[in-house]
């Protein structure tokens, strides 16, 4: 049977979390107010628009519309002097172990995330040729928890929603996968991510027979 297999990005397949952390931090930092971990927890999953947005109420400041555009442009070209130097070593563990499994089995696979430089990671740690179909941040108009990434990256592989399991290390990202009628797997705490059909440390617990079962099901 062809199942479609749906991976979140950041944090499921590469952990950009801390690259994210260094650049709203530092931007935080250039207005006068601290950025702390525990705040960038809360922006997994959370777009560009609406972490920046965030982070300004944290810091209780209010900048004009213009500003808040060269706020963006400038963590993003921070953020993107990190990725440009990521390579494999990167990859998170076991995750070409059951991509490679997927694809040896003929199920469908692609990309669901809510980054617009999701190419650009896949790019660099060589795992774009896995994908079948990417959709990331400029494909889609409602941000997670709303469905819409999942439920296009489904149509792109021409499965049905049913008929398809997400990968997903966010709460709202799996919250979209509920929504989408999808099972729903959460890498990471059982603490955070407990509305998830099943919860994984990482990929190294994720047997082919789990796999085989969600395939045949
Ligand atoms: P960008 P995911 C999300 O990616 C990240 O978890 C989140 O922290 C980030 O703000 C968002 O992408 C947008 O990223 O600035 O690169 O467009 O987890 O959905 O793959
Ligand atoms: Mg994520």
Redesign the pocket.
Known sequence: KRKGFIF?????IVD??KY?FLAWKNLANSLGFDFTEAQNEQ??????VD?LNKILAWGNTTVSEEKFQALMTLK?DE?LGYIDKMGDSEILVDVPKVLDFLIANNQGVSLG??????RRILEKVNLISKFETIVD?NDVTKA?PDPEVFLNAAASIHCNPEDCVVFE??VA?VQAANTANMISIGIGSKDVLHEADYIFNDFSEISEHFLNELIYK
Do not use: I, P, Q
């Open positions: 979140d990005l950041d944090g499921v950009t979390a994210h922006l997994k999953g959370v777009s560009r972490s993003n953020y995330s809510a980054s617009k430089n999701a941040g997670k290390d966010s990202g």
